[in-house]
């Protein structure tokens, strides 16, 4: 795949997301995860498929059924839409980077058992798994060669990100809806399974390093040194891992107090309210229009707290709509709707940290409750080691409740390996430098890292 990891670590990544998916979800009862290679073959290859009992206490796991798919995988030249194939939903989730959902196999245009008429029918969910290039080529993007589709234009060539792994969730039929609850959240586990094994990538990235540092002689030094140095002023992606992961933590908090407090309305729906407001108004500046569409999707891509949000909000959406209703685009009503939805929204950013909900909340006791908000409210603007390991051994408290909080945990607990991986790499760079600057052999360092 895109990503070079180890084949254990690989397989244990996809079996932990496909695990946490049919345990939460009661209507899913088949999970896959398949790998996506590199450009510009793109092999897609099945990685582990795992089966739950009709109990939901125990899971299957093997590639039992002969595919395609199954090792050694499938070219992208194989799969892709071409006139006269069989279309497949892996086709549109690797080209688009976009998620494929089969409500009715009976008529599903990318159902390959229906277009060939045999095989058991069934509904089902693909999500791809995206990484941003950026992240995954620290030291800057190869010149890679993207495969083509069949119109000869090349693919992912104009996309910030790459896909590097498809996640194939089954369901009873009927049960699933497209941007129903259960895709938004195999949408939210891909992301985390994109961390997990970003992180794996970095770590042996990190050792490799190292080692290569510890074989090299002197006049090679300052080259290693360089590349490393460069490594190293990415570290600050580590700590953008664990923004991302804490504010998940906080999504799934503010979800059980929405559930448990029996408030309707979410962040959503409120976002949703806007984009009916926007339809309504007549007139304006569609490049304007279009610009507040986008921070509205962008808005419910965030994990803020709330206090930058508000401040988001008021820069990136008010602003917008100061200007789309002035004059006579919006009436005095629909002016009305949109402050209010707007006040609503603002409201809604301190769900999660509001002392009577909370105190409402019988889900979680008291004094985790008061520790957990006081922590994940106060996210540091660096990277805090002793912030880190409380987030981590309250989420192994299972009197939390939190539905995800043992993948969080897992997930944190790689990122803190690493980023202790990551200093210890930069306090051995600066050793070597040392022995560089001084004129000596590199034998005292190789004794040091052994």
Same mark, same amino acid.
């Not at 084949?7 to 695990?19: D, N, Q, Y």
């Not at 949703?272 to 229009?289: F, H, P, S, T, Y």
């Not at 921070?295 to 401040?311: G, I, N, T, Y």
């Not at 629909?334 to 609503?344: A, C, N």
């Given at each position: 795949?895109?990503?070079?990891?180890?084949?254990?670590?690989?397989?244990?990544?996809?079996?932990?997301?496909?695990?946490?998916?049919?345990?939460?979800?009661?209507n899913a009862y088949k999970?896959?995860?398949?790998?996506?290679?590199?450009?510009?073959?793109?092999?897609?290859?099945?990685?582990?498929?795992?089966?739950?009992?009709?109990?939901?206490?125990?899971?299957?796991?093997?590639?039992?059924?002969?595919?395609?798919?199954?090792?050694?995988?499938?070219?992208?030249?194989?799969?892709?839409?071409?006139?006269?194939?069989?279309?497949?939903?892996?086709?549109?989730?690797?080209?688009?980077?976009?998620?494929?959902?089969?409500?009715?196999?009976?008529?599903?245009?990318?159902?390959?058992?229906?277009?060939?008429?045999?095989?058991?029918?069934?509904?089902?969910?693909?999500?791809?798994?995206?990484?941003?290039?950026?992240?995954?080529?620290?030291?800057?993007?190869?010149?890679?060669?993207?495969?083509?589709?069949?119109?000869?234009?090349?693919?992912?060539?104009?996309?910030?990100?790459?896909?590097?792994?498809?996640?194939?969730?089954?369901?009873?039929?009927?049960?699933?809806?497209?941007?129903?609850?259960?895709?938004?959240?195999?949408?939210?586990?891909?992301?985390?399974?994109?961390?997990?094994?970003?992180?794996?990538?970095?770590?042996?990235?990190?050792? *490799?390093?190292? =080692?290569? /540092? &510890?074989? $090299?002689?002197? #006049? %090679?030094?300052?080259?290693?040194?360089?590349?490393?140095?460069?490594?190293?002023?990415?570290?600050?992606?580590?700590?953008?891992?664990?923004?991302?992961?804490?504010?998940?933590?906080?999504?799934?908090?503010?979800?059980?107090?929405?559930?448990?407090?029996?408030?309707?309305r979410a962040k959503e729906?409120?976002?949703?309210?806007?984009?009916?407001?926007?339809?309504?108004?007549?007139?304006?500046?569609?490049?304007?229009?279009?610009?507040?569409?986008?921070?509205?999707?962008?808005?419910?891509?965030?994990?803020?707290?709330?206090?930058?949000?508000?401040?988001?909000i008021k820069v990136k959406?008010?602003? *917008?709509?100061? =200007?789309? /209703? &002035?004059? $006579?685009?919006? #009436? %005095?009503?629909?002016?009305?709707?949109?402050?209010?939805?707007?006040?609503?929204?603002?409201?809604?950013?301190?769900?999660?940290?509001?002392?009577?909900?909370?105190?409402?909340?019988?889900?979680?006791?008291?004094?985790?409750?008061?520790?957990?908000?006081?922590?994940?409210?106060?996210?540091?603007?660096?990277?805090?080691?002793?912030?880190?390991?409380?987030?981590?051994?309250?989420?192994?408290?299972?009197?939390?409740?939190?539905?995800?909080?043992?993948?969080?945990?897992?997930?944190?607990?790689?990122?803190?390996?690493?980023?202790?991986?990551?200093?210890?790499?930069?306090?051995?760079?600066?050793?070597?430098?040392?022995?560089? /600057?001084?004129?000596?052999?590199? #034998?005292?360092?190789?004794?040091?890292?052994?």
């Open positions: 795949m895109s990503l070079r990891v180890d084949k254990t670590s690989l397989e244990r990544a996809c079996k932990e997301i496909i695990e946490t998916i049919l345990f939460c979800l009661p999970g896959t995860v398949y790998s996506i290679g590199s450009p510009p073959q793109l092999i897609a290859t099945r990685v582990t498929s795992g089966i739950i009992d009709r109990e939901r206490e125990h899971i299957s796991w093997g590639l039992p059924e002969r595919s395609d798919y199954n090792p050694p995988g499938k070219a992208w030249m194989d799969y892709r839409d071409e006139p006269g194939r069989v279309l497949e939903a892996m086709a549109w989730c690797v080209e688009r980077q976009k998620s494929w959902t089969v409500e009715d196999p009976e008529t599903d245009t990318r159902s390959t058992r229906v277009q060939v008429g045999r095989g058991k029918k069934d509904s089902h969910h693909m999500e791809p798994v995206l990484i941003r290039k950026q992240d995954l080529f620290l030291e800057g993007e190869p010149n890679l060669e993207y495969p083509r589709n069949y119109e000869g234009q090349a693919i992912w060539q104009d996309t910030d990100y790459m896909v590097v792994a498809v996640i194939k969730i089954h369901f009873r039929p009927g049960t699933i809806k497209i941007d129903s609850p259960e895709t938004r959240l195999i949408k939210k586990l891909s992301r985390t399974l994109g961390t997990e094994l970003l992180s794996h990538q970095l770590r042996e990235e990190s050792l *490799k390093a190292m =080692r290569e /540092l &510890a074989q $090299d002689k002197v #006049n %090679s030094c300052n080259i290693i040194s360089d590349s490393l140095r460069n490594t190293i002023t990415k570290s600050g992606l580590i700590f953008s891992l664990i923004k991302h992961e804490v504010g998940f933590l906080r999504d799934q908090w503010e979800e059980i107090i929405r559930e448990g407090c029996k408030i309707d729906d409120y976002i949703a309210d806007l984009e009916r407001a926007l339809d309504c108004v007549e007139g304006g500046d569609e490049r304007i229009k279009s610009e507040l569409r986008d921070a509205h999707k962008k808005f419910l891509e965030f994990s803020l707290v709330p206090e930058k949000a508000e401040k988001w959406i008010e602003g *917008k709509w100061n =200007r789309i /209703l &002035a004059g $006579d685009n919006g #009436n %005095s009503q629909l002016k009305e709707r949109v402050w209010g939805t707007l006040e609503g929204l603002r409201r809604i950013l301190y769900l999660g940290k509001d002392s009577a909900l909370i105190s409402a909340y019988d889900g979680t006791p008291d004094e985790l409750k008061q520790e957990w908000v006081d922590l994940i409210y106060r996210m540091p603007d660096q990277f805090d080691q002793t912030f880190l390991d409380r987030v981590i051994d309250i989420l192994g408290n299972p009197r939390l409740g939190l539905p995800h909080q043992n993948k969080s945990r897992k997930s944190l607990v790689h990122l803190r390996a690493l980023a202790k991986i990551m200093g210890e790499l930069e306090e051995n760079t600066n050793v070597a430098l040392r022995q560089v /600057l001084n004129g000596g052999a590199t #034998n005292h360092y190789l004794r040091e890292t052994k």
